[in-house]
């Protein structure tokens, strides 16, 4: 689970299905952010994630405001070869109502 907002501003949970993963969670969940959606470097970090292999069946969802802008070209072309390579879903779920069309860009669903 990756919490992100500018460039830099990145932080990652790796959750656990247990009571103490629960409360990491809750945790996490009250970080706060400076603003800003840059998603390139979770983008990253989840893209080598799926590399691994007990997450290859792994898909992605993101969470955004939609604010944001394109997500880098390179890292772009390497979503495209896992949706077809490894059937990659991306879903995405925008909570307002209004979107840069950045993140529909990149989703699947």
């Known amino acids: 689970l990756y919490g992100f907002s500018g460039p830099g501003d990145v932080v990652e949970l790796e959750l656990a299905a247990d009571r103490r993963g629960l409360e990491k969670l809750l945790a996490f969940l ?3 952010f400076n603003g800003g959606t840059n998603f390139d470097e979770p983008l990253r970090r989840s893209l080598q994630r799926l590399g691994e292999e007990e997450w290859q069946n792994a898909d992605l969802l993101v969470v955004s ?3 944001m802008g394109d ?6 072309g390497m979503l495209d070869v896992l949706k077809e390579d490894q059937e ?3 879903h995405s779920l925008i909570v307002s109502d209004s979107s840069t069309g950045a993140l529909e860009k990149i989703s699947t669903e």
């Open 30 to 32: 009250g970080n706060s």
């Open 65 to 67: 405001d939609g604010e």
């Open 71 to 76: 997500v880098d070209e390179e890292l772009a």
């Open 88 to 90: 990659l879903k991306v």
